[in-house]
Structures are given as structure tokens and as C-alpha cells.
């Protein structure tokens, strides 16, 4: 049960969410004191909104005498499941290759790297991308983009879809030839259409859009993607308290991954970078800290290399470490012809 259904003043919900309180579960262990001091908020009423909280929670128990485990699989069906995973392609051969044929759904994907390295344009090249038909072996979904940053321009979307347009209906006509049926009538602005944009100018929106995606993708099924640009940007500023920033993190990490299992969805999170500290030398990392690169499944660190995009495997359960170089064009995300020279990310 969600903390922002508790039957409490809407101030007292803003209060327990901003404060990374988001389940019945993190409210479970915790004592009165401590959550009037992460509230700022009376010790008395903190002892009321447990109690409260406690109420909810004995409500969607089931009773413990008939409750069942249910979900056991083994693991010959885990990995037969895994190997029909639906990808998103990044329409870029290389790098999909080095992904295992693209974005896998079902995960989260964080990709990092410097401003300017193509992190926005990649993710706007996802949003198109997952709408290609499956008669053409896409997943026709739609995408979810949250903006924390404004870097979204959707002249830029119209342009890259206007290139997968083409793409696309060169690939259907070349399947016709091979007689399988692929027939691509799609026109750019209504791939324009299937996109669902989220603006977000602080974390504590930001908070709340993802405590909201669950009821938003159960009412658009055909939602295949979320993307975050970035999961960043909010929680680097005004957060003396790291412990409660990490909670926070934490959270929204375990929501997103839930969704993406739930409903069968890919989940990429873009990140900034940061300068680190490392026996004596500083290089560059992503941010968020050492507790935050475990909350993705999958770790890719975009970075140039002399003048040319590369894209480095950094973490992942089920793909080797290996890099791919790739290019931003005009139509989008390309295999590699760079030529411009930026600073590489260690």
C-alpha cells in the first residue's frame, strides 16, 4: 500500500513522501522520535501517523493463516524468459551489439557521461525507436520521458523521427520484397503522439511522478519505455542530508525496477558525472555515489575517445564489459563518424 492512499491530511502525505516515506514498509521499523525529526514534525503526530500507518497495514494483510507464496519458477523457465525478452534498438549496430541486441526490457539501464556526449539525444532516439511496428520487429509501444533538466527539444524529436520514418519504410519495402508481411504507415507526428512528456522542476516532483507511473502505465499498457533525463539533476543540490538523499534514491531504484518487471517495460536512467577524488588524483565518475551504482541493472558510461562517441558496458548481470563507438547525426543515433574531441570519462 502506498503512503500518499493513507487516510492523512495532504500536508502530512507531502511531509512522508518528501522525506523518502513512500510504502507502509519504510514506515514499519521506524520510531516516533525519528520520524518527528525526519518531518520536523511534533513527536505526537508522528505517533498518530504510525498508527495510522500500522491501521493501513493490518488492512492489506491477508490473513496469515491462508497466505501463499506464489511466483516459483525454475531456472530453465528464467532463462528461456530472458532469451525472448523483447530490445529497443538504438539504431545504432554497434552499440546494440555490445547491449545484446538493445535495451533490454524488464531492466533498468542507467547511461552516464559528459554534457554533450549525446545522453538526450539517445534517449530521444529510445522514445522513437520503441514504436517500430513488431510486424518490423519493434516492440510498437510508447514511450514515457521524464525532463528534469529541459534539455528535451522536441524540434529534435520531430527530426529524428522524421530519419526513422524513412528507415523504417525502406526496411518494410525490402522485406515485401522478401515476401514477409511488414507494411509501415506511420507518419512522424504521430510518433510525436506516443510520447507521453513529463516536465519536473524539483525532486519532490520528481518523487511524485514515480510514486504516480504505476497507476499512469496501468491505464497505457502500451507504454514500453520509461526514460529519465536525468535521474540527476534535482538531487544534487539541496541535499545536506545524504543519508535521506541515498533513501530517497533507493526508493524510486526499487519502484522503477518493479514497474519495468510488472509491466514488461525498459527503464533507462541518464545520469551526470562528477569529479572524484581517488588517490590523489581527481577523474571523472558518475554521480550519486558508490550506494547508487547498485541500483541499476545495467551500467553504461558514455565518453570520447580522441574524436569519436564511445559507449563502455560498465556493469551488467548478463553482458560482458566491452565498448562500442557511436555517432549523433542529423537522423539521430548512427554508427560511428565523429569529429569533434571532448574529454574522456576514466
Known sequence: MEVGRLPLSASQRGKLISAGYTTLASL???????????????????FEMLKVAKLGCGLEQPDKHTAIVNGAQTAWDILNEERLLPRITTSCADLDKILGGGINCKEVTEIGGVPGIGKTQLGIQLAVNVQIPVDCGGLGGKAVYIDTEGSF???????????????????????????????????????LEKIYYFRICTSTEQIALINYLDQ???????VKIVIIDSVTFHFRQDFEDFALRNRLLGGMALKLMNLGKKYNLAVVIFNQVTTKCTEGSFQLSLALGDSWS???????????????????????????SASASFSVTSGGIRNSASKHKRIRVM
Open 28 to 46: 514499519s521499523s521506524i520510531s516516533p522520535s525519528d520520524l518527528a525529526r525526519d518531518l520536523q514534525v511534533p513527536e505526537s503526530e508522528a
Open 153 to 191: 527539444m522536441v524540434e529534435r524529436a520531430l527530426q529524428i523521427a522524421e530519419a526513422s520514418v524513412v528507415n523504417w519504410s525502406s526496411y518494410s519495402e525490402l522485406l515485401r520484397k522478401e515476401s514477409q508481411a511488414c507494411q509501415v504507415e506511420i507518419q512522424p507526428t504521430d510518433i
Open 216 to 222: 499512469f502505465i496501468s491505464e497505457h499498457k502500451d
Open 294 to 320: 547498485h541500483c541499476c541493472t545495467n551500467r553504461v558510461i558514455l565518453y570520447w575517445n580522441g574524436d569519436e562517441r564511445n559507449a563502455y558496458i560498465d556493469k551488467s548481470p548478463s553482458l560482458r
